[in-house]
């Protein structure tokens, strides 16, 4: 994840990586999909399937890589599934992705770039009926979509987008990931649309990266949450960064708000950590939390 990545690991230094106070902002929407009513559901997994550095290590040696993907469904709990930003799938297609997976795994397919970066939600209607058929052949195993804005996409644009949210299926998850500074800034167009965000039943994404801490944003429009994690590669700050989720999440049930769903999708150089960062990661939750987080068991 290129956002709010630092380049060296001395920029590291001296970052407050405190997570700033919750601010609980859902309303009671039914999705498809809901997992059972009680303790929070924990998954966490990486941006893709296709590593080759993983071979022997999260895959067997000389399985080919068109297993692979049901290697890594058996391994991790989700995925940060961003081919679905680049091309739109034939429901054919992601349902065969689907079999491949167990019961207990869920994809997060990322919106395409067509209707978020190139039409930028104006004249959308064809490719998001077929963005919406093809995700939902994934049945059991469909999480949340996410939508990314562009770096450049500031609240005073909200129109079209307010309308596109308006426009989506209530029983189907959603969450937006915001990326321009003005989004956290608390002006009266971005306002408007955290409200609408609660009032749709739309999840706001986290961005957990080191060079922009107001990605942090803490605003709950949902019980199910998405974590981008900028990981940096088995640093000691993704250690500390990964504890203070996991205190989080228990906080929040303590509090009498728990998550129905926590995924936490972690990003790092070319996903050569990813398994190590999701391994610390439930090691953290079997700590904090007493429950156990399905992650790779290395070779």
């Known amino acids: 994840m290129k956002f709010g990545k630092l380049n060296t690991h001395q920029e590291l230094e001296g970052i407050d990586w405190t997570l700033p106070k919750c601010h609980i902002e859902w309303k009671t929407i039914e999705h498809k999909n809901n997992p059972s009513q009680g303790s929070t559901v924990v998954r966490t997994g990486g941006t893709m ?4 550095s993983w071979r022997g290590k999260v895959y067997p040696q000389k399985d080919p890589m068109r297993t692979w993907a049901g290697h890594y469904g058996k391994q991790f709990g989700s995925l940060e599934f961003n081919a679905t930003h680049y091309r739109i799938y034939a429901p054919e297609k992601m349902a065969a992705w689907a079999d491949e997976m167990p019961d207990d795994f869920i994809f997060c397919p990322k919106f395409p770039a067509i209707i978020s970066h190139y039409r930028r939600f104006g004249n959308c209607e064809g490719p998001t009926d077929d963005f919406i058929a093809g995700i939902s052949a994934l049945g059991n195993k469909l999480g949340t979509a996410f939508l990314q ?12 987008l307010g309308a596109y949210l308006k426009s989506w299926p209530r029983d189907l998850k959603m969450a937006i990931e915001f990326r321009h500074p003005d989004w956290f800034a608390g002006g009266k167009d971005a306002e408007a649309m955290w409200t609408l965000l609660s009032e749709l039943g739309i999840g706001a994404v986290i961005s957990d990266t080191a060079g922009r801490r107001d990605a942090l944003h803490m605003r709950l429009t949902t ?4 974590v981008r994690f900028g990981g940096y590669d088995g640093h ?3 250690e500390e960064r990964l504890m203070l989720w996991t205190k989080r999440i228990s906080e929040l049930t303590k509090n009498g708000t728990p998550l129905e769903s926590f995924d936490l999708l972690v990003h790092t150089t070319d996903s050569v950590q990813t398994p190590q960062t999701c391994i ?3 090691e953290l939750c079997k700590v904090h939390l007493k429950i156990d987080v399905k992650v790779p068991i290395l070779n």
Request: aromatic fraction near 16%; charge should be positive.
């Open 49 to 52: 399937w296709t590593v080759r």
């Open 149 to 160: 804005l562009p770096p450049h996409y500031a609240p005073k644009h909200s129109a079209k």
């Open 223 to 226: 019980k199910f949450l998405i």
């Open 236 to 238: 000691k700050s993704d």
């Open 280 to 282: 610390k990661f439930s």
